[in-house]
């Protein structure tokens, strides 16, 4: 990967074709019989695999077979300065793979990424740090690691500490901090270092509420009253919505979509599948969902039917089964569950299919997804997450120029009232 300091415009970065491939090996199946001739044969292209593992550049890998896998391929785009750039995608799409490119820990296989500024990555909980050193002591580590000179580190000190909140651990080995407290001073350190480019992989979900709301804060600041570049990948629908102006999806290590965030989450939603599911692996030595299913039809009338298979090994009693209905930001809007209803229930069952059936709902249109979970009386035994999406269509749209995300999920029939005083 080169870098270059002198690029023409306002970009600030620019990857183009840029391609990241691995090689991974499979462990090849034992025969029931082998012969000496198999085991002679075998021995040889161990001993000859890393020499070609070494021609062609790959990693060297243990088992019987190996496959090239690509985590990039050919993705191409530019970022100006000051831009807030959500990356976005399922597990597995590249997310990680290309900011640990951008920050220069992984070479690519292919391509070339141009950036100008200095970066701070914060790409894993308390990377840099050393768990025998104390809080105070990582801090001057860590900045220094992140291109703080000395000077800076020990003007800003009280200020990381303070954003970091572990004033009272500072002289405490960092291997007895919680993950929280880690993240918190890593985090404090990285948004310190004053960079032109921050970059920030999916560590916030280890804060707390409070934590996450002022890490965006600071983020928001850095970038709109600082003018910084900041790429951020979170799987929180919610903050990418709040802080990005601007949306990137990838899917299977290629690019799928570039554009205003809100296209870009309606991509991503796109993806995922839309109407059923099923568990991908069962585990039946315990009650499990089967299957998952939201009528189309009806959700474009305004309704909603929620269709769930179970299976037990053991008859339930009493059987407690739960749907929990979330806007595209990821954000619960209702749930209902047997218990909540005070419906009755067949009892001692094993094997069934329970329908949920809900007439006029007050939500604005848009895209949804459904969780549901299985249980007994006080225990659950299967939770099934974003089982199913569906897009919701209400009978009372919103008025031109509105949207759900600013007015909330729930639609609500209200009148205002004036009283006239001067």
């Known amino acids: 990967m080169r870098t270059y300091y002198e690029m023409t415009d306002n970009v600030v970065i620019r990857v183009q074709g840029l391609s990241k491939k691995y090689v991974i090996g499979h462990q090849a199946e ?43 391929k050919n993705v191409m785009f530019e970022v100006k300065r000051g831009e807030v750039v959500g990356i976005i995608g399922r597990n ?18 292919g391509g070339r990424v141009e950036i100008k500024g200095r970066v701070a990555s914060l790409l894993e909980v308390g990377t840099g740090f050393h768990p025998e050193l104390t809080g105070r002591e990582n801090i001057y580590l860590n900045g220094a690691i992140l291109g703080m000179t000395r000077a800076e580190i020990r003007r800003k000190f009280d200020e990381i500490v303070e954003f970091a909140e572990v004033e009272r651990f500072l002289d405490t080995p960092v291997k007895r901090y ?17 960079p032109e480019i921050l970059i920030v ?6 804060g707390d509420a409070e934590f996450q709301k ?18 951020f990948v979170s799987h929180n629908m919610s903050a990418v919505s709040t802080l990005c102006h601007r949306g990137i ?56 039917k929620i269709e769930v298979e179970f299976a037990s090994p053991w008859p339930l009693e009493p059987l407690l089964i739960g749907a929990v209905v979330y806007n595209r930001l990821g954000a619960p809007v209702f749930g209902l569950n047997t218990w909540q209803n005070g419906c009755e229930v067949p009892p ?26 299985l249980g007994e009386k006080d225990t659950n035994h299967d939770i099934l ?20 995300d600013t007015v909330g999920a729930m639609r609500a029939d209200g009148r205002w009232q004036f009283e006239i005083i001067g």
């Open 214 to 231: 002022k890490c965006l804060g600071k983020m928001k600041e850095a970038a709109a009253g600082q003018g910084r570049t900041v790429l």
């Open 348 to 373: 001692r069952v094993r094997h069934g299919k329970a329908t949920l059936h809900l007439r006029d709902i007050s939500i604005h249109s848009g895209v949804y997804s459904v969780s549901v979970f």
């Open 30 to 72: 034992r025969e029931r019989y082998t012969t000496l001739r198999d085991v002679i044969a075998h021995k040889m292209k161990s001993l000859a695999r890393p020499a070609a593992d070494f021609v062609r550049k790959g990693a060297t890998v243990a088992g019987g077979e190996s496959e090239e896998f690509w985590a990039l």
């Open 178 to 194: 919680s993950s929280g407290m880690y993240v918190r001073l890593a985090f404090a350190v990285a948004a310190h270092v004053d």
């Open 201 to 206: 992989d999916e560590v916030l979900a280890v």
């Open 92 to 109: 597995g799409a590249g997310k990680s793979t290309l900011l640990k490119i951008l920050s220069r820990i992984t070479e690519p296989s």
């Open 385 to 404: 997450e974003n089982a199913a999406f569906f897009d919701f269509v209400s009978p009372e749209p919103l008025p031109l120029g509105l949207n759900p």
């Open 249 to 304: 999806v990838l899917h299977r290590g290629r690019l799928h979509f570039d554009g205003l965030v809100e296209d870009a989450l309606a991509r991503y939603l796109g993806l995922r599948e839309r109407c059923s599911a099923r568990a991908s692996a069962v585990d039946l030595t315990k009650p499990s969902i089967l299957h998952v299913e939201v009528d189309e039809g009806e959700a474009c009338n305004g309704n909603l």
